[in-house]
C-alpha cells in the first residue's frame, strides 16, 4: 500500500573537551531505490561545515565532511519525506556476495547447528519466515549487554542483543541456508532510535524482514543503507583530533501524512 512517511533524525555528540580536524561520513539521508522513492530531504550541522554527497558501492548516500575549528558539538538532523510503495516493485538483481558470510556474520558450530534443519524447506519465503522465528525464540532484546563490535555468534551465546545482533544472527543463518540476505539500516514508523532489520531476495525482489520486532518490514520503514552487515553502512562515523570522551543522544520520529 502506497503511504507518504516523513522522518526527522537528531543525533548529537557532545564531547567533554574541544576537538579539531574533525572528519565524518554520515549516512542519514535515503535514496532512491526500488518501492521507495525520496520527494524531499535536507541534512543541516551544527558547527555548520560543507559536505558532499556522494554513493557508496551498495548504491547509500553518504555525506563526507570536515570541521577544523575547535568545537565540544556536533548536532545533525537529517528530514525530509518520503513516498514507500511494494506493490509495483519489479524484479532486482540477486548479488553473489549477500550469500557469504561477512565479518559479523560468521557462523559458529552453534549457528550452523540451527541452520541444517531449516535449510531443508523447500520453498524461500518459508525458509525465510522460519529463520526469523528461530532466532525470536532463542533471542531476548537487551540492551547494553552487546555492542558495536559484537558478531552474530557472539550475540547468539548470549542469547541476548539489541537489533543490530538480531539482525546479523539472521544474516548468518540466511546464507547459511542459501539465501542471499543483506543488512538493512533506516528509520521504522514511530518514535525513538534508528533500527536494523534485513532484506531477502525472494522471487527476485529484496522483501524486507525484521527479525527484531517478527515481522515482514512493509512501507512503513524507510531505508537509510544496506550491506553485508553493520560495517557496510553504519549512519554515522568519524575521527577527530584530541583526547576527548563523547556521549550520543538520538532521537528520530517517522510519521504517516
Not at 558470510?101 to 535449510?119: C, H, K
Amino acid at each position: 500500500m502506497s503511504r507518504v512517511l516523513a522522518f526527522s533524525y537528531d543525533i548529537a555528540l557532545a564531547f567533554d573537551k574541544p576537538v579539531t580536524n574533525h572528519s565524518f561520513v554520515l549516512r542519514c539521508l535515503p535514496a532512491d531505490g526500488p518501492g521507495q522513492r525520496v520527494l524531499d530531504a535536507a541534512l543541516t550541522l551544527d558547527p555548520a561545515a560543507p559536505c558532499t554527497d556522494q554513493r557508496d558501492s551498495f548504491g547509500n548516500r553518504l555525506q563526507i565532511g570536515r570541521i577544523d575549528e575547535p568545537h565540544t558539538g556536533f548536532h545533525y538532523r537529517a528530514a525530509g519525506t518520503v513516498l514507500r510503495d511494494d506493490t509495483a516493485r519489479t524484479p532486482e538483481a540477486d548479488r553473489p556476495l549477500f550469500r557469504y558470510p561477512s565479518a559479523f556474520t560468521m557462523p559458529d558450530d552453534a549457528l550452523q547447528a540451527v541452520a541444517a534443519p531449516l535449510a531443508g524447506i523447500q520453498n524461500p519465503r518459508a525458509r525465510a519466515w522460519a529463520l526469523l522465528e528461530a532466532v525470536g525464540a532463542h533471542m531476548r532484546y537487551t540492551p547494553g549487554v552487546t555492542g558495536v563490535q559484537t558478531t552474530a555468534a557472539q550475540a547468539w551465546a548470549l542469547g541476548q542483543g539489541v537489533c543490530q545482533d538480531y539482525a546479523h544472527i539472521y544474516l548468518a543463518l540466511a546464507r547459511l541456508c542459501g539465501l542471499s540476505a543483506r543488512y538493512v539500516n533506516g528509520l521504522p514508523e514511530g518514535e525513538g532510535a534508528s533500527h536494523a532489520w534485513c532484506e531477502v531476495w525472494l522471487d527476485g525482489i529484496w522483501t524486507g524482514i525484521d527479525p527484531t520486532r517478527g515481522r515482514w518490514a512493509d512501507e512503513g520503514y524507510i531505508r537509510f543503507c544496506v550491506g553485508r552487515d553493520f560495517a557496510d553502512c553504519p549512519i554515522e562515523r568519524g575521527v577527530f583530533l584530541g583526547g576527548a570522551n563523547q556521549c550520543q543522544t538520538v532521537f528520530m520520529k517517522v510519521c504517516q501524512q
